[in-house]
């Protein structure tokens, strides 16, 4: 997935890429931002890890970076406003085992 935030101050509230086990296990961000200054441009990606008693990490979207992060409750997060446009590419990688019970819940579901 692409993702582009125009600036104005637009962000993502703080969320959880997996939260109904879909089989998603990583987060793979990667940075398309030349130029990025954290003070002035803002949209920091600030996560939540939940074993780390109330600390956060942020991580500014430089050009040409890539971060990694379980997708599910263990690292909830948020991109903070951005003021100029911000882009990332957002692959997910997948858990053989919980994608296919997500699979079949989804098809129980439908009949």
Not at 4 to 20: A, I, S
Not at 69 to 94: C, M, Q
């Amino acid at each position: 997935m692409v993702a582009c935030y125009p600036g104005g101050g637009t962000c993502y509230r703080k969320h959880v890429d997996n939260p109904l086990q879909d089989g998603r296990h990583i987060t793979a961000l990667y940075y398309m931002n030349k130029g990025w200054e954290k003070d002035r441009d803002g949209g920091t990606l600030r996560i939540y890890p939940k074993d780390k008693n109330g600390s956060r990490l942020d991580v500014v979207p430089n050009f040409n970076s890539l971060f990694l992060f379980y997708s599910d409750g263990r690292n909830p997060h948020e991109v903070l406003p951005t003021h100029k446009e911000r882009f990332a590419i957002t692959h997910w990688y997948f858990a053989y085992d919980e994608r296919r019970t997500a699979i079949e819940r989804m098809k129980q579901k439908k009949s």
